[in-house]
């Protein structure tokens, strides 16, 4: 059907399609205008665009730039076609494994990243003025006079953006053209209690006045990582949540170790495999943080090796691998924002966890952190869960079980398990 397409629309070349992409381009101006500029700048324009803002998280090789883009664009659709055809494959909006939470740093550090673009854009500015000023003058000032760049910085864009931005709340960024209110807020000091329960508390991005219940509802995936009681009354019900007790979230984590250790696991290149191979029932698509990186053979020995790295220390314990095997594909992630828990690692019927190391514990010999080196504790994220058995309580470990809570109270927050909720007025 595309080289149907393409033949209609008289698409025969590479030259042909980038103007003819170019051509569907918003630019500032009107389109009279783009389709008045010369047929190189149009292109170079298109190349740029389709370069750095189209799937922007995709790297481009050197020696093929657009390759790794066309893989991922396919598998885009594959998946429409597949959801298409059957409803079960459909991906649930709410499902909190898909969700990525924005600590106050990634968003400092974006508000930061702007006004020092806009910091650089006005010194520029200020710098060609005083030269073209100087120039002008050549004739009244000796050669020899030095120029005081110092004189042309503006000292206060950085700070006057950052007070602005703190004071009002109001995070206005003009290149991701992201507009929002109420980022920061007045932390509440009526009682200890009420400090713990804002400081725990998630705002979701969703509008509060729409009156749709999928949002607000309880998610099987918010077990262990949100309260399940400690919301508010009224419109925003649902929407404003609060952290579990022992949640912990991620922050990010480089991605080039992980993906050699993936290649000495056996995985092999993507970028070598074609299309039929990469699909192929016997092997299974492996993904680093959403980008397709490597096929395996052997699912389970991988997923299997991989775990057993992390609970020795050789990978970061925040990384989590996934086996989907309706999806026929494994997912690592090592990205920020995501919610993990701490569980108990079981083996053959029995928790790792024992008396002795509750004493140490109790005594100050040892601490959480030697637990998660010895791999008697780990962390799982909400998609690592799918892939584990996770006995309540001590008396329900069977063979297979693979985790055990470290208290079923832990489903709850830092004030639900008050009875009174201290921290509501």
Same mark, same amino acid.
């Given at each position: ?15 042909? !399609?980038?103007?003819? %992409?170019? &051509?569907?381009?918003? /630019?500032?101006?009107?389109?009279? *205008?783009? #389709?008045?500029?010369?047929? =190189? ?107 005081? !760049?110092?004189?042309? %910085?503006? &000292?206060?864009?950085? /700070?006057?953006?950052?007070?602005? *931005?703190? #004071?009002?709340?109001?995070? =206005? ?253």
């Amino acid at each position: 059907m595309s080289l149907q397409e393409c033949s209609q629309a008289n698409v025969l070349t590479k030259t042909q !399609a980038l103007d003819y %992409i170019a &051509s569907k381009l918003k /630019t500032q101006k009107s389109t009279f *205008a783009s #389709s008045a500029k010369p047929l =190189s700048s149009r292109i170079d324009e298109t190349k740029d665009i389709l370069q750095n803002v189209i799937l922007a998280h995709i790297p481009l090789s050197r020696h093929m730039p657009y390759f790794a883009k066309c893989r991922y664009l396919a598998l885009m659709i594959r998946r429409i076609i597949e959801a298409a055809n059957d409803p079960s494959k459909l991906d649930d909006k709410d499902y909190y494994g898909n969700k990525r939470l924005e600590l106050a740093g990634q968003l400092v550090s974006l508000l930061f990243e702007d006004l020092f673009k806009k910091f650089q854009f006005d010194f520029k500015k200020q710098v060609d003025m005083m030269l073209q000023k100087q120039a002008t003058k050549r004739s009244s000032i000796s050669r020899g006079e030095p120029f005081d !760049a110092m004189s042309c %910085i503006r &000292s206060d864009t950085l /700070t006057k953006g950052l007070e602005q *931005a703190i #004071s009002s709340g109001n995070w =206005s960024l003009k290149r991701f053209k992201m507009e929002r209110q109420g980022i920061t807020q007045v932390l509440s000091r009526l009682s200890y209690i009420s400090t713990l329960g804002m400081m725990t508390r998630i705002n979701s991005q969703f509008e509060k006045t729409r009156k749709i219940s999928g949002p607000r509802a309880l998610q099987p995936s918010h077990w262990g990582m949100l309260c399940p009681s400690d919301t508010p009354e009224g419109e925003s019900c649902g929407l404003v949540k609060n952290l579990a007790l022992t949640t912990h979230v991620t922050t990010d984590t480089p991605e080039q170790p992980l993906l050699k250790i993936a290649i000495d696991l056996g995985m092999e290149d993507a970028s070598l495999m074609t299309g039929d191979e990469l699909h192929s029932k016997r092997h299974v698509l492996i993904f680093l943080n959403g980008q397709p990186v490597g096929i395996h053979r052997q699912a389970a020995k991988f997923v299997r090796n991989f775990r057993y790295l992390r609970k020795r220390g050789r990978i970061q314990e925040f990384v989590s691998i996934y086996l989907n095997s309706q999806q026929n594909c494994i997912y690592i992630a090592s990205d920020g924002g995501r919610l993990v828990r701490p569980l108990i690692v079981c083996s053959r019927g029995q928790p790792k966890l024992a008396q002795q190391h509750i004493q140490d514990l109790a005594l100050g010999v040892k601490d959480f952190s030697d637990f998660l080196r010895d791999g008697i504790i780990e962390y799982l994220d909400v998609n690592e869960e799918n892939n584990a058995l996770i006995a309540l309580q001590e008396e329900f470990v069977k063979q297979g079980t693979t985790h055990l809570e470290i208290d079923p109270f832990t489903i709850l927050g830092v004030v639900a398990g008050l009875i009174p909720y201290p921290h509501h007025n």
